[in-house]
Each structure stands twice: as C-alpha cells, then as structure tokens.
C-alpha cells in the first residue's frame, strides 16, 4: 500500500504552476478591467484548476499504468507503474478530484453568474479524463499539448478573468497565450524525456512525432514567444517591459533541453519550467498593478 508521501509524489506537484500562473494572470487581468481585486472568485478558480491538474495526474498514472507505458521509464514516482497502488484506487482517486473541482467549478458559475461556462467546466474535465483515459487517448495522438494550451493557457486565464470582470481584454487574452506556452513548454519537456520509451509503446506524442531534435527547438520557441507576446502592451502598460526578465530564468533550462541528451537530465527542467511560468505571472501582475497605480 502506497504511503502518504508516496501519494503527493504521484500527485507530481512540480506541474501545479501550470495551474497557478494562469489564474494569477488571470486576476491581473480582471484588476485592469475593474481596478479591485475579487479574491474569494480567484481562489475558486485556483482550487478548480488545482483539483483538475491533481486529478489528471492520478487519471495519467492509471492509464499509462495500466497499459505499460510506465514499466520502463526514468521520472517521478508512478504509483500504478510501480505496483504501489491498486490501479482501481488511483482512478478513484482521479474521478474524486474531478468530482470535487466540478463542485467547486459549478458553484463559482453560479455565484458569478458566468452560465456559458458550465459547458467549459464539463469539457475541461472530459478532455482531462481524455488526455491518456479510454479506448483512443488524444495524448497518444500527439494532440496533448493542444489541449493542454487550450485548457491551461486560454480556458484557465480568460476563465478567470470572466468570472471576475463579465468581459475580457487584450491583456487577458495575451496573458493566456503566454502562459498557455509555457504549460506546453513543460509538458513537452516532459514528453522529450520520455520519447524512447513512448515510442516503444506506440504512445504518439508531439515530441515523438516531432522527433528529438524539432522537439528541443519548439520547447525554447515557445518559452520566448511567451515572452515576447505581452510586450504588445508596453504602448498601454510601460511597465510591462518587466516581463522580459523571465528570460534570464530561461537560460539554464534551454540550454539543458538543447544540449543534455540524458533522459534524466531533464527531470529538473520540468521544475525550472513551472518556476518560469510563476514568475511570468508574478511579473505580469506586478506590470499591470503598477500602471493601474500610476494612471
């Protein structure tokens, strides 16, 4: 039976920024359109988003367990892989935090009166599911990190900013794609690594299809589009110039993804990776707080 700290291991909370980064932009956002901050609508945006995020990795765990995709591999702790786990029992676990962010998502629809979102809510969680869960994953297909842009970078962010402000802007929708970017920067990292052993099991992601090289390219393409992208702003938001700190952070992660051929010597990108994607935020938000304070 798997221990406690074995269960956090499984929950992989290295990729939780992805989660975070977008509803602190998302916020930054909301406060340009508002000028005040709706805390208690962000921090139900932030337990539906941690709750969908836990729970795609426990739904990862099972499904690529169950299927041998994790027999042989260099990572984080799998819980089904491994044989720690029941694999019945980390799909239940799967299914609770799903069940617990659709409460959660449904109650922050109706305070906010955000009702076009529910449909969102239930897509979000049926594409979660749908990632490496049922008889045709899309993450096998080589379309995980389209959805993972989608639903962390774009539903997310604007989500966020919706339920708090009724509309949305420019900012919100640059902030979502650059923070979309950076969740996809993470995961193909993370599918980088692994192409030796997804390509064995016929596990199609876009870092397979791709193949190693384009795949290490298109991972520091993203991470300085990212960048790149709120600078649009800086006619209407001077301090948004800020952002471009975010590439020092780059330096080390793109030069480990261009240069180590290891599969294990990717492991610490995928941390690096989230660390950049919060600071981004951070940076994004302290841009926007700032010129808000100083119009």
Request: one cysteine or more; hydrophobic letters at 55%.
């Amino acid at each position: 039976m798997a221990t406690i700290a074995q269960w956090v291991a499984g929950a992989r909370l290295r990729t939780l920024p992805i989660v975070i980064a977008p509803v602190v932009i998302g916020t930054a956002a909301a406060v340009d359109i508002t000028g005040k901050l709706a805390w208690f609508e962000a921090v139900l945006a932030l337990a539906v988003g941690l709750l969908l995020q836990v729970g795609v990795n426990y739904s990862n765990d099972y499904s690529d367990g169950i299927r041998g995709t994790d027999d042989v591999r260099v990572g984080p702790l799998r819980l089904t892989g491994s044989g720690l786990a029941n694999p019945k029992t980390v799909r239940n676990a799967a299914f609770a935090c799903y069940g617990l962010a659709g409460i959660v998502g449904a109650f922050l629809v109706v305070y906010t009166a955000s009702w076009p979102l529910l449909l969102v809510g239930v897509a979000a969680i049926l594409a979660a599911w749908g990632y490496t869960g049922g008889k045709n994953p899309y993450g096998y297909r080589g379309l995980g990190e389209v959805f993972v842009f989608i639903f962390f970078g774009l539903v997310a962010t604007l989500g966020t900013t919706y339920t708090q402000a009724q509309q949305l802007t420019l900012p919100a929708y640059l902030g979502a794609v650059g923070t979309g970017l950076m969740a996809t920067a993470l995961l193909m990292a993370n599918n980088i690594r692994d192409i030796p052993t997804d390509s064995e099991v016929g596990k199609l992601t876009l870092a397979v299809r791709l193949g190693d090289p384009v795949a290490r390219v298109s991972y520091v393409m993203m991470l300085a589009v990212a960048i790149l992208l709120p600078l649009v702003l800086v006619s209407t938001h001077p301090w948004m110039w800020l952002i471009l700190l975010t590439a020092l952070l780059c330096l080390a992660p793109c030069w480990i993804v261009l240069r180590k051929h290891d599969p294990g010597a990717l492991i610490p990108v995928l941390k690096q990776t989230g660390i950049i994607n919060l600071v981004y935020a951070a940076l994004f938000t302290v841009a926007i707080v700032m010129d808000k304070a100083l119009a």
